[in-house]
């Protein structure tokens, strides 16, 4: 049987005593026999009641029976509450978690994250066994819980989604780049690409929040390179008046701008030298040619000449 404490402190619990030395405990912690749990399933006040006056409690008897119970069922709400964040963590932190998948498949993780609860929330209530109060207390913790964590989710999806564009905006944008490069020499889709690399920075700043400035900084900065990349291009095919249209645009940076002048009098330089080059082997294969005609010419002439032996012999038969 029960016996009565010296005396209740506070608001805690009281301890009770079992003969035999059985100890419930206190506070949060406490715990009561199958019959103290059928009691509390059946609802019946009076019983509480009952078990309030055999305790002895001080005051009202009733309200000291219910605490036990309802303290009882918090600590079991608490012990479920415990599983189910070690389940829902394993869910978001765990081998292949929530908060580890990149890119399109971290658009899942508040999906993953409801089906993970519900899963962890039916497992428990199945495993314990706990009553209505119990399961509305740990009901009530569980959703708040998982409210906490799906702001993260939700978070990280948001940066990952973010990066997921990122990275599609930066391949449209590579993309467009080399396809007006390949048509640096026709201007219409020269320019058709390059609009679409630009709508493509666009997108970039709208995603990652730039200011007007930034994005038409990195605009620029796009068109000049392009611009650039493009009069080299036309200078790799040895096109000076291509590549000063480029220069002449009004569309490059300063650094692009000095560095393609800089590239265009290095190769009208070396392109005169090679004219130049090209004009001697002319002239000298020209020359080479004029001589070898004269020599054709005296020797077509002297063909038909006797030769000295034969000239000798004539003489002679005179």
Known sequence: MLRIPEKNIGLGMPEYHQQGGFTPGTGLSARADDGFVRIAASGDEEKWHAIGQFAGAAGDTARGGLDVYTDFQRTKAQEALTLFQDRIHEALYGEDGIMSRKGEAALEGERQLGIAAQAARDDILQQMKMDAMAQSYFGQAAEKYVFQELAGVQQYAASEFRNYQNEIFQARLEQAKRNSLANWNNPEAFQEHLMTAGIAV?????????????????????????????GQAALEHDDIIGAQQFLN?????????TMLKNQIKTKRKALAAKAEQDRKKAAEAAQKAAVSSTMTAVLTGVKDFPSLAEQQEAALAM
């Open 202 to 230: 666009r997108d970039q700043g709208r995603i990652n929040a730039w200011s007007a400035e930034t994005t038409r900084a990195k605009a620029n900065e796009l068109v000049s390179g392009v611009y650039l990349s493009a």
């Open 249 to 257: 645009s009004g569309l490059m940076q300063k650094a692009d701008t």
